[in-house]
C-alpha cells in the first residue's frame, strides 16, 4: 500500500482535497459539494449563504490583532471537468475519484483529478478551518460551474461582499502571478441550404490525428485545425473537379483547436482520378507544410463507390467554403507589452448537412475593444454572405494595463519566501476574476496556484511539494 493522501503535507489541506475526490463535482452537478460547504460552515460556527446557483460564501471574522486589516476575498470554484480513459468504469454522477500518491505529484486512476480547482478549495477549507493561523476577516466564495462558461460566477450577487482585495486560487503554475486574463465569445455562423441529389463516385474525406490543444493558452503554437484545412481542401478540390458536398463534421469541442474532420462528397464520375490525385498531393503537402507542430497529419480519402447523393447546391456550398476559409482562426493580434497572444479565434465545431450547416468560431482577447472588433470582422463576414450570425456566452476580459501594489507586494513576498521568480503575467484564457473584476468596482485581484499539469484530461497532476509552498505563501500573503 502506497502512501495515502491523507499522510501528506500540509495535512489539512490534503484532508480538505481528499474529502473532495469523493464528492461527485462535475459542472452541473454541484449540489452535493455545495452542501458539504454549507454543512462545513456550520459545523465551526462560521456564517455561510448558498445561492440559487449553488455558490456558497462563507465569512470568517479576522483573528485577534488583525481587525483593521483590509478584508480579503478567496475565490475558487467547485466543479470539475470529467473524462476518463476509455477502458475506466465510472459514473462521475456518483463514484469517487481514485487519487493517488505518485512520488511528488497526486494523479488520478484512469480519470482527471479535479486538482483544477479541488486544491484551491481544499487550501481555502484549511484556512477557515484553522484556529492558530492570524488573518484579517475572510470572504470566502465558493462558485459552480467555472468549467461550463462560469455560471456560477456570472449567477453571483456580489453585494454582499465587503473586500476589495480578492485572491482567486485557480492558475496551474506556481511560478505566475496571474492580474489578467481574456474574454470571449462563440460565435455562430450559419445557414440553411438548398438540397439537391447528385449521382457520381461517392468519398468519405478523414483529416485526423492532429495535435491539437487549448484554443486559448496553446493558440501561438500555429499547429493545424482540421476543419480550416478541410475548407481549404475544399477549395482547391473546386478548382479540380465538379463536386458537392453532402455531410461535413469536424471538432466536439469549441474551445479546442479541431483536432479530426470528416466529409461525405460527390463526384463526376470521370473526374474521380483527378479528384484523388488532388487529394494525394493536399495530403503530402500538408504533412510537409506541418511536420513540425503535427508531425501525425493525416488526409484520408475513402472510395465508397458509385450512388447518389443528397448535397447543399452549388451556390450553398461556394459560400460555405468561402467562409470556412474566410473566417478568422488562429492569432489575430500580440499584445503590446509581453510576449503573449491578445486576440485569437478558432474554427472549433462545424457542421453541415444537405439542408443546413454550422460554423462556430469562438472569438477570445485580453482586451474588450479587440473582442468587440473580432465579434464585428466575423458578423459583417456574415452579412456580406447573407447568412446568420448568433454570439453567445460572451464574458468579459480583466484587463489590467498596471500592476497594482498588492500585486506588486505579493510577487515581492514570494521571491523572498522562496528565493525564486514569480512573475506577474496575463494568460490568453478565462478566469473568474474577470467576472468579479466587472462586478466589483476598485477590486484588486490576482490568481495564483500550484504547479499541476495536463488539467482537463486523465493525466492531470498536482505537485505536491508545490502545494506545500503555495499554502505557506498563502498564509504570508493574508497578513500583507
Ligand atoms: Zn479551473
Known sequence: ??????????????????????????????????????????????????????????????????????????????????????????????????????????????????????????????????????????????????????????????????????????????????????????????????????????????????????????????????????????????????????????????????????????????????????????AESMKSEYRKTDPDLNVKCKDKGKGKLEVMSTKDMSKFVALLNLLPNGVAKMSQISEMVETSANIGIVTAKPKNYNICVSLRSNKNDSLDWMISRVEMLANAYNVQFAGRCRYSAWESDEVSDFARSAQQLYMKMFDRDIDIITIHAGLECAVFSKKIKGLDAISIGPDMWDVHTTGEKLSISSTEREWKYLLELLKL
Open 1 to 282: 500500500m502506497g502512501e495515502q493522501l491523507t499522510d501528506l503535507k500540509p495535512q489539512k489541506v490534503f484532508e480538505f482535497f481528499s474529502e473532495l475526490t469523493r464528492i461527485p463535482r462535475g459542472s452541473g452537478n454541484e449540489r452535493a459539494v455545495s452542501d458539504f460547504l454549507v454543512e462545513f460552515a456550520s459545523k465551526r460556527g462560521l456564517l455561510a449563504y448558498q445561492d440559487e446557483f449553488n455558490n456558497v460564501t462563507i465569512l470568517k471574522p479576522a483573528t485577534t490583532g488583525m481587525e483593521d486589516a483590509e478584508t480579503v476575498i478567496m475565490q475558487a470554484h467547485m466543479d470539475m471537468v470529467c473524462v476518463a480513459d476509455d477502458d475506466v468504469k465510472i459514473d462521475f454522477a456518483k463514484d469517487p475519484i481514485e487519487a493517488y500518491v505518485d512520488g511528488d505529484y497526486v494523479r488520478a486512476k484512469g480519470t482527471s483529478l479535479g486538482a483544477d480547482d479541488g486544491i484551491g478549495i481544499a487550501l481555502i477549507l484549511a484556512i477557515l478551518d484553522s484556529e492558530d493561523i492570524s488573518h484579517p476577516m475572510i470572504e470566502a466564495v465558493f462558485t459552480t460551474d467555472e468549467e461550463v462558461g462560469l455560471g456560477g460566477a456570472n449567477g453571483y450577487d456580489v453585494s454582499r461582499l465587503k473586500g476589495k482585495r480578492f485572491i482567486n486560487i485557480d492558475s496551474e503554475e506556481e511560478n505566475h502571478l496571474v492580474i489578467g486574463c481574456a474574454g470571449g465569445i462563440r460565435c455562430d455562423v450559419l445557414s440553411k441550404c438548398k438540397n439537391q441529389k447528385v449521382e457520381g463516385n461517392i468519398y468519405e474525406i478523414t483529416i485526423n490525428s492532429l495535435t491539437g490543444g487549448h484554443s486559448g493558452t496553446e493558440i501561438d503554437k500555429g499547429s493545424a485545425n482540421a476543419n480550416v484545412l478541410m475548407g481549404r481542401l475544399f477549395d482547391l478540390l473546386m478548382k479540380n473537379a465538379e463536386f458537392s458536398i453532402g455531410t461535413f463534421s469536424g471538432g466536439t469541442k469549441e474551445n479546442a483547436i479541431c483536432t479530426s474532420a470528416s466529409a461525405t462528397v460527390v463526384v463526376k464520375k470521370k473526374q474521380s482520378k483527378s479528384f484523388e490525385k488532388c487529394i494525394k498531393s493536399f
